[in-house]
């Protein structure tokens, strides 16, 4: 266990104690069984072996970044990296849940163990978070079907790597999330209320405020952009694609680190399975309010096609 914590902190013990301890407001014996739960599932999901474990073949992991959209799209004029994300546009169905949690976990791990200690090199101080953009492009009612997934990959991060996002900036918001947004934010604590920005528009203008126009995720470019997978660059700005930079850095990491563990034997194919944790009640609870108001939105949007579909005869 003590091992698995020196990989989990990364230098910094102190600092990684304090997010067990803002994560559940401070109470130390909350917190310490938080901590050790965490130690304990890492140890037995094998989580620090994790990025030396490539999902292959390279065609599967594509289908992957095409179906779960997140990148990387630079960095604030602090220093902390934007991690871009298509809410809207993930359809999670190119591959197993199994690969869809283990690609989230890679990703958390590369970004605690290569991007933030490469920015706190690059900067002079110890980066420890990051930014998240989140964009609705796309937002439907079928989105319902991803409640389940999005609920456990929400619960990893919850429960396994507490306060690591800053600030979450919502953009490109439709109706469906407004309606959604009203429901749900009376079930966030004051913590995660502070920690949410639902910006205007795209949220260029707001996001240009504490980072260069180079890292704006693509959607934020213009207004009407949205998280199309194929910006006007092509693949050099959409930090989705599997061609981007940061993907292929990431990619190239995890295969390096499976040859390194493994020389000279073929890598293993097939997804990790990892346990998955049980939701908090605040988890459970915005997901049954979340599946509450689609279903509502739902039930609306077929009175209203019914409604369209009436002929009304005159005499």
Same mark, same amino acid.
């Given at each position: 266990?003590?091992? #698995?914590f020196?990989n989990?902190?990364?230098?910094?013990?102190?600092?990684?104690?304090?997010? !067990?301890?803002?994560? %559940?407001?401070?109470?130390?014996?909350?917190a310490?069984k938080m901590?050790i739960?965490? @130690?304990?599932?890492?140890?037995?999901?094998?989580?620090?072996?994790?990025l030396?474990?490539?999902i292959?073949?390279?065609?599967?992991? *594509?289908?992957? %970044?095409?179906?779960? =959209?997140?990148?990387l799209?630079?960095?604030? +004029?602090?220093?902390?990296p934007?991690?871009?994300?298509?809410? $809207?546009?993930s359809?999670?169905d190119?591959?197993?849940?199994?690969?869809?949690?283990?690609?989230?976990i890679?990703?958390?791990?590369?970004?605690? *163990?290569?991007v933030?200690?490469?920015?706190?090199e %690059?900067?002079?101080?110890?980066i420890?978070?990051?930014?998240?953009?989140?964009?609705?492009? $796309? @937002?439907?009612?079928?989105?319902?079907?991803?409640?389940?997934? =999005?609920?456990t990959?929400?619960?990893?991060?919850?429960?396994?790597?507490?306060?690591?996002?800053? /600030?979450y900036?919502?953009?490109?918001?439709p109706y469906? !999330?407004s309606?959604?947004?009203k429901?749900?934010?009376?079930?966030?604590?004051? *913590?995660t209320?502070?920690?949410?920005?639902?910006?205007?528009?795209? &949220? *260029?203008?707001?996001?240009? +405020?504490?980072?260069?126009y180079?890292?704006l995720?693509?959607?934020? %470019?213009?207004?009407g952009s $949205?998280?199309?997978?194929?910006?006007?660059?092509? #693949?050099i700005?959409?930090?989705f694609?599997?061609?981007?930079t !940061?993907h292929?850095?990431?990619y190239?990491?995890?295969k390096?680190?499976?040859?390194?563990?493994? /020389? &000279?034997?073929?890598?293993k194919?097939g997804?990790?399975h990892?346990?998955?944790?049980?939701?908090d009640?605040?988890?459970?609870?915005?997901?049954?309010?979340?599946?509450?108001?689609?279903?509502k939105?739902?039930?609306?949007? &077929?009175?209203c096609?019914? =409604?369209n &579909?009436l002929?009304?005869?005159?005499?």
């Open positions: 266990m003590k091992d #698995t020196q989990m902190h990364h230098g910094y013990p102190t600092e990684t104690l304090v997010r !067990f301890l803002k994560a %559940r407001d401070w109470n130390v014996q909350k310490h901590l739960d965490c @130690l304990q599932w890492r140890i037995q999901n094998e989580i620090d072996s994790i030396a474990k490539p292959i073949p390279t065609d599967l992991y *594509r289908s992957v %970044r095409d179906s779960q =959209l997140v990148g799209s630079g960095y604030s +004029k602090e220093g902390l934007v991690i871009a994300i298509g809410v $809207g546009l359809t999670y190119k591959a197993s849940v199994n690969y869809y949690v283990q690609s989230h890679q990703m958390n791990e590369y970004r605690d *163990r290569v933030l200690p490469t920015a706190t %690059r900067y002079g101080r110890h420890s978070t990051c930014l998240k953009v989140l964009d609705m492009t $796309g @937002l439907k009612l079928s989105a319902l079907n991803q409640i389940k997934l =999005l609920t990959i929400a619960s990893i991060d919850d429960l396994n790597y507490p306060e690591k996002t800053k /600030t900036y919502i953009v490109n918001v469906i !999330f309606a959604c947004w429901a749900v934010k009376p079930l966030l604590q004051e *913590r209320k502070r920690k949410i920005q639902v910006l205007q528009g795209c &949220g *260029r203008d707001e996001l240009l +405020k504490i980072m260069d180079s890292s995720p693509h959607f934020c %470019r213009k207004e $949205g998280s199309s997978h194929h910006s006007s660059n092509g #693949t700005d959409n930090c694609s599997f061609d981007h !940061f292929q850095q990431l190239n990491y995890i390096q680190q499976a040859t390194h563990i493994k /020389t &000279g034997l073929p890598i194919q997804s990790v990892v346990d998955f944790p049980e939701p009640l605040e988890d459970t609870e915005i997901a049954k309010t979340i599946e509450s108001e689609f279903q939105l739902a039930d609306q949007n &077929g009175l096609n019914s =409604l &579909g002929k009304v005869n005159s005499d």
